[in-house]
């Protein structure tokens, strides 16, 4: 069984709204802080958005503070990102991890992705 499996991407104009899941299984990602990672092509990937086990601690990064939304259903074992307001810069393939804090911000635990979920916003 795939650990992580995204889904909910897609085209949207700008202004649009978008609610990606990430189905979660597997011991090493369940109970654990998860978050939501980005990357285009030629860039590294890079942080989002990250919620504790609980969900009483969601941390995002700047831009896009206000605008995206991340909540998770520990009963169903999935996390979601809800993203209002996209922007042409929002176009990336997305990817959940589990999260982990460390002195640069938070990363990705493990090194081992995915399949993403493709978000493309139109001007």
């Known amino acids: 069984q795939v650990p992580l499996v995204e889904s909910g991407g897609g085209l949207v104009q700008a202004g649009g709204s978008l609610r990606l899941s990430c189905a979660i299984s597997?011991?090493?990602?369940?109970?654990?802080?998860m978050g939501w990672f980005r990357q285009t092509p030629g860039k590294e990937r890079e942080f989002v958005a990250t919620?504790?086990?609980?969900?009483?601690?969601?941390r995002y990064a700047d831009f896009v503070k206000g605008r995206f939304t991340i909540s998770r259903d520990n009963t169903n074992n999935t996390m979601y990102l809800q993203m209002n307001d996209l922007n042409p810069e929002d176009t990336a393939a997305y990817y959940c991890?589990?999260?982990?804090?460390?002195?640069?911000?938070?990363?990705?635990?493990?090194?081992?992705w995915g399949q993403g979920t493709q978000v493309t916003v139109s001007s």
């Open positions: 991890n589990r999260a982990q804090s460390t002195v640069r911000g938070f990363e990705p635990a493990f090194d081992s």
């Open positions: 597997g011991n090493a990602f369940r109970g654990y802080t």
């Open positions: 919620i504790n086990y609980s969900g009483s601690h969601p």
